[in-house]
Structures are given as C-alpha cells and as structure tokens.
C-alpha cells in the first residue's frame, strides 16, 4: 500500500511523458491561428467562411477531432441565428 502510494508521482510524470510525445500534439490545437480567424468569422456573421475554414480543418486531418467540433460549434452557431424562440 505504501509503495503505491509513493510511485504516484512517477505515474504521474510518466503520463505526462507520454502526452509529450504524442503525435497529436503535432495537430492543429484550440489555441492555433485558425482557429481565432474561424471565431472571427462567426463573430462577424460571415458563417460560409467559418465553415469553409472549418472544413478545411478536418480535410487537413480526419482524425482530428478539434476539426469537426469546431465544424459542430459553427453550425450550432448559425443554427442559433435562425430561432424563433
């Protein structure tokens, strides 16, 4: 029980080894320039253009799942535009 409780640390420092070295981290992230023209896109109602850049995401890497969440975020977007609630 003590031992385990004293690699706890080495679990974690091995994990974060593993994320490191992960081949997604190549990959386009949430914080990339991209991803801020797609946000401005939307922002600025010009949705064609969001989706396009969106689109353009997922082609470039399907799988990658931040391609199609944003695709997903800028439809539930314009969807939103469009209720009548």
């Known amino acids: 029980m003590m ?3 004293k690699l706890i ?5 091995l994990f974060n080894l593993v994320l490191v070295h992960n081949p997604a981290r ?3 992230r949430l914080k990339d320039s ?7 896109a ?3 109602n ?3 253009d969001a989706i396009a850049l969106s689109q353009k995401i997922v082609d470039s890497d ?3 799942p931040v391609g199609y969440f944003l695709l997903g975020a ?3 977007n314009l969807s939103e535009e469009y209720r009548n609630d």
């Open 34 to 40: 991209s991803v801020y023209e797609i946000s401005i």
């Open 62 to 64: 399907t799988a990658n």
């Open 3 to 5: 031992i385990g409780i």
């Open 26 to 28: 190549a990959r386009i």
């Open 74 to 76: 800028v439809y539930q």
């Open 46 to 48: 010009r949705y064609g």
């Open 9 to 13: 640390p080495v679990y974690i420092i």
């Open 42 to 44: 939307v922002s600025t």
